[in-house]
């Protein structure tokens, strides 16, 4: 595997650091209101980005795909725990329920097994 970094592959690096560092920052700080679904949101950003590196590296096609697959853990969650820390930081705790929470994401689990299993039906990636 001769991964060829880009400067691409800079800026997804100092994405992925940044969310990481704001990650630890919240979680530092996790009894204030939205601290610990931010350090959340920003844990998963970070494991996409982190991904992102070694997908825009990565010289081959499988290579490419295999990252893109694990890039999608942290990408696939990132919209949801937007959305979770909205309304936590918000005051809209009455919302945030275990139930609507797992209701919540029932799409992305879905997506991530379709992605994981798309050499089986292709409804991710066609070619």
Not at 66 to 86: D, H, Q
Not at 110 to 115: E, K
Request: overall charge positive; proline content about 2%.
């Amino acid at each position: 595997m001769n991964l060829v970094f880009t400067v691409y592959s800079v800026f997804f690096l100092a994405t992925a650091l940044v969310s990481f560092f704001v990650a630890f920052l919240a979680r530092q700080r996790r009894l204030i209101r939205g601290a610990k679904e931010l350090a959340y949101l920003m844990f998963a950003a970070g494991i996409g980005a982190f991904c992102l590196i070694f997908e825009t590296a990565a010289p081959s096609i499988n290579e490419k795909i295999f990252w893109s697959k694990l890039e999608f853990l942290g990408g696939i969650a990132t919209p949801v725990l937007y959305l979770i820390f909205s309304l936590r930081y918000t005051g809209k705790d009455k919302f945030l329920s275990r139930k609507h929470v797992i209701l919540l994401f029932v799409v992305p689990a879905i997506t991530l097994v379709l992605s994981t299993t798309n050499e089986m039906h292709r409804l991710i990636w066609t070619g």
